[in-house]
């Protein structure tokens, strides 16, 4: 695949403050990237930076083979941008902005404003200076979906949306994707990237601290156990024998255990141990991705 998005030691100081650190990331067309991490990590940085709104200290970037500096008008019809803080006034209505933000990106199938809206629940002929911060947004979602660019920036676009519009959104990113429109999102809601996203990058202090699919971020996730097995000797020395096993607790009555465990490593060797004894009754849960990027956090700070 062709890259959608390049940058190369992109760098981005604000006198002694850093706030993007030396990053270096491909995100191919058509790919769903999510870029997530707490605030200040610098996920908005970098799309500025990639949009040009902002200069780089240092570094450089590429998008649909175009410096940004360079790319002009030309390039910005190519985006559809969504910015993190969307700020709509005036006395036009909501369905009168959108079709001038269609004349200005170069115009836009007909019906499809309307479309688009109808998914998100939005009411075009409400006023935008009226509308509550949710609506507002689905405006910003629209404008940003309706022209159908070859890449879409998208900075926290669920943002003060109810949980049913949020997955109209992911039904919108799956329908771009679909057409190999390339996809470039933040988010706080991790489930959001985790249902939506190919790959994911996290950014800690504006630095890249990890990058992969979903599962490979994964990849050293904890599993928790609950589990109640028949009284047999040996049981605590088998399970702490297979090494990675936290919080074990073993509570014993009428010949019975009941066990909990956290445990990171082999799931085959997790189940082979308990082979080994009368199991009564299960439970697997495994970590989500925002448990897992919370301990990567909490392993950069220490």
Do not use: C, W
Not at 166 to 184: C, I, P
Not at 269 to 278: N, S, W
């Amino acid at each position: 695949m062709d890259t959608a998005v390049q940058a190369l030691g992109l760098t981005k100081r604000y006198g002694a403050t850093t706030a993007l650190a030396g990053l270096d990331l491909e995100v191919q067309r058509g790919e769903v990237f999510g870029l997530i991490g707490p605030n200040g990590a610098g996920k908005t940085t970098v799309m500025r930076l990639l949009l040009d709104i902002i200069r780089p200290t240092a570094g450089s970037a590429t998008v649909l083979g175009h410096d940004p500096r360079e790319g002009g008008s030309a390039l910005r019809r190519r985006i559809g941008y969504l910015p993190g803080e969307l700020r709509l006034e005036g006395r036009t209505t909501a369905g009168e902005l959108l079709r001038h933000f269609g004349r200005l990106s170069g115009g836009v199938a007909k019906g499809t404003i309307e479309g688009i809206a109808e998914r998100l629940g939005l009411d075009l002929a409400r006023h935008v200076g009226k509308l509550s911060k949710g609506n507002k947004q689905k405006v910003g979602l629209v404008q940003a979906f309706m022209h159908e660019p070859e890449l879409l920036i998208l900075d926290e676009p669920t943002s003060g949306l109810d949980p049913l519009v949020q997955q109209e959104f992911l039904s919108l990113v799956r329908d771009a994707k679909a057409r190999g429109q390339t996809v470039f999102l933040s988010s706080h809601v991790l489930s959001e990237i985790e249902q939506a996203a190919d790959r994911v990058g996290v950014l800690h202090r504006g630095e890249l601290i990890r990058l992969g699919g979903v599962e490979e971020l994964r990849a050293g996730r904890q599993r928790r156990l609950r589990a109640t097995v028949r009284s047999q000797p040996g049981l605590r020395a088998a399970l702490e024998s297979m090494g990675r096993v936290r919080g074990l607790s073993l509570v014993e009555r009428d010949g019975e255990v009941a066990l909990t465990l956290s445990f990171e490593g082999d799931l085959d060797m997790l189940v082979k141990t308990l082979a080994r004894f009368e199991v009564l009754d299960l439970l697997l849960e495994e970590q989500v991705l925002e448990d897992a990027v919370i301990d990567m956090y909490r392993n950069e700070a220490s």
